[in-house]
């Protein structure tokens, strides 16, 4: 064979690579003389291809992992894949849409047999570039976010969550993507700065002396207000704290109420209070026991609270009120207004604040534990700079929205009795209702956050809930490598989890790198195109 006088990697470093996993070079022992070291990847989603952010993280994991392997370390990388629920069922929906059809005429396990045709079809190319990158894992324990030792795993955890009340169902403010039709995490809100304005609308006093001046930059929710709130300490309103106002367009009697969140420098110094859709005027609205009033419905569109303009969208119920706000002279003025708007990173859509029935996880008590193991170095931050970010974060954490309404993912393991209308929590399907032993039971719809099974990975992984020689040996692991977008999404929860179930830390070191970003200023990211992707 003739030598080439320039070095092709196309015609050496797949066959180099074959040469390598066949020898089985990559495989650790989970019972050695050698000392063990462990990594888990981070594991991609499978809705797409690896980009330069991926490669960065895996190229900071595989220099760890060779440099420990030829040192004489028992050395595992454990690869895997996300199920990756709100974006996999995007995309097996914008397939069906080119047939003219809908996940909701298929039905849910036709709907189900697409979506694993899909991932049985396109999930494995991830695989194949992080074997094109050369990554060094042990192939033969790749894993599977849906794979049934997780799912075990995962409904072991809700179970006994809930048995401990540190899992509950409540109805509670949430991000709301319309277009989906289903709550969305924090991390799959992007917000972005646009040109709106500040409406100031009259409210007029119940005793017919006079009105009140509210700027609002959502006019369109003055359909949804239960109060307006002025400062206490704020001498133009303090002899109103008490009285009524009478709702513009609605013509609701609503009070005049007073709390220090209140800015008596901004607008008008009065705020209108719309408990059902605004984070803040939930807080108010709990703190002051007010009626919430829904005005949307799930695809966010007005719904009957709205009363005439039942049916609208946001944007068309907006023109409309303000309208008649000038029609009914009630409107004041407008003023340019810069906004940071919460736009949902899988359609596009303005998020909406959405009042709705959801499950939650109490992280109180785990929130405890997962900041002392931090401030007593047992888990260090590298850059250590992190250490009061996650610090930060831990001490304002709220609970955790852990449900979607979504039919790709682990479906919560909840059963409803029609007869009694209980709840039956099990690992397994039930027979009968534990209450009243009817047969009738009907399995929760929703699916799980795909950060609640992330959040078990690192021992989900090694086989947990079964005591497993990979877990005596490799758990915990000793380091994390990730970006530092998800310091509170992901790694902050397996911290919690590793010390709930496992009792110990999932990892020893965090290293946090930078994001990579394109020319935009954007991360890398499928879902908006910013990066170059290969399939070779």
């Not at 169902?169 to 289903?182: A, D, F, I």
């Not at 209140?262 to 859709?277: C, E, L, N, R, W």
């Amino acid at each position: 064979m003739e030598l080439s006088d320039r070095y092709n990697p196309q015609d050496v470093e797949g066959r180099v690579y074959q040469q390598w996993e066949e020898a089985g070079y990559f495989r650790a022992q989970d019972q050695s003389t050698k000392p063990p070291y462990s990594i888990i990847l981070p594991p991609p989603n499978v809705t797409g291809f690896l980009h330069l952010g991926h490669a960065i993280d895996h190229s900071i994991q595989d220099t760890l992992i060779r440099y420990k392997r030829m040192n004489g370390f028992n050395a595992l990388w454990l690869p895997g894949t996300d199920h990756a629920g709100i974006a996999t069922q995007s995309v097996v929906e914008r397939e069906l849409k080119k047939e003219g059809l809908t996940r909701q005429e298929l039905g849910r396990e036709k709907f189900l047999e697409r979506v694993w045709e899909w991932k049985n079809q396109y999930g494995n190319r991830i695989y194949s570039q992080m074997r094109r990158l050369g990554d060094s894992c042990d192939w033969e324990r790749a894993t599977f976010t849906l794979d049934e030792g997780v799912s075990q795993a995962v409904r072991k955890v809700f179970v006994s969550l809930y048995k401990k009340n540190w899992i509950y169902r409540g109805q509670k403010l949430v991000n709301w993507s319309g277009p989906l039709e289903t709550a969305i995490s924090d991390l799959e809100v992007e917000y972005k700065q646009v040109k709106g304005s500040l409406w100031h609308i009259r409210y007029p006093l119940e005793n017919g002396k006079g009105h009140l001046i509210v700027a609002t930059t959502r006019p369109e929710t003055l359909l949804g207000d239960t109060a307006v709130c002025v400062n206490p300490e704020d001498d133009r309103y303090k002899h109103l704290i008490g009285q009524k106002v009478i709702l513009p367009l609605l013509k609701r009697p609503v009070p005049i109420i007073a709390d220090n969140y209140v800015d008596k420098a901004f607008g008008s110094g009065v705020v209108k209070i719309t408990p059902a859709h605004d984070f803040n005027d939930y807080k108010i609205g709990k703190t002051h026991n007010l009626p919430f009033i829904n005005i949307l419905t799930k695809q966010c569109r007005l719904n009957e609270n709205a009363g005439p303009y039942k049916g609208l969208s946001v944007q068309e119920a907006r023109k409309r009120v303000l309208e008649d706000l000038k029609a009914q002279e009630l409107f004041e003025k407008e003023e340019p207004h810069q906004l940071n708007v919460g736009h949902c990173s899988r359609s596009g859509a303005v998020v909406e604040p959405f009042l709705s029935e959801q499950w939650f996880v109490k992280t109180e008590h785990l929130a405890t534990p997962a900041k002392r193991v931090v401030e007593s170095g047992t888990i260090r931050f590298e850059p250590e700079s992190w250490t009061k970010v996650y610090l930060h974060w831990m001490n304002i954490i709220e609970d955790w929205c852990i449900s979607r309404q979504l039919w790709w993912g682990h479906r919560i393991p909840a059963w409803y009795c029609t007869d009694c209308s209980e709840v039956t929590v099990a690992e397994t399907e039930p027979t009968e209702c534990q209450h009243c032993k009817s047969k009738n039971l009907k399995q929760d719809e929703d699916v799980l956050d795909t950060w609640f099974s992330s959040a078990l990975w690192p021992f989900s992984t090694m086989g947990w809930p079964k005591d497993t020689e990979t877990q005596k040996t490799f758990y915990p692991t000793n380091v994390l490598v990730t970006g530092h977008d998800i310091i509170f999404f992901w790694v902050a929860r397996m911290i919690m989890m590793g010390l709930e179930f496992k009792r110990d830390v999932p990892f020893r070191q965090v290293v946090l790198h930078g994001l990579v970003r394109d020319s935009q200023g954007r991360k890398m990211s499928k879902s908006t195109g910013s990066g170059p992707y290969r399939n070779d």
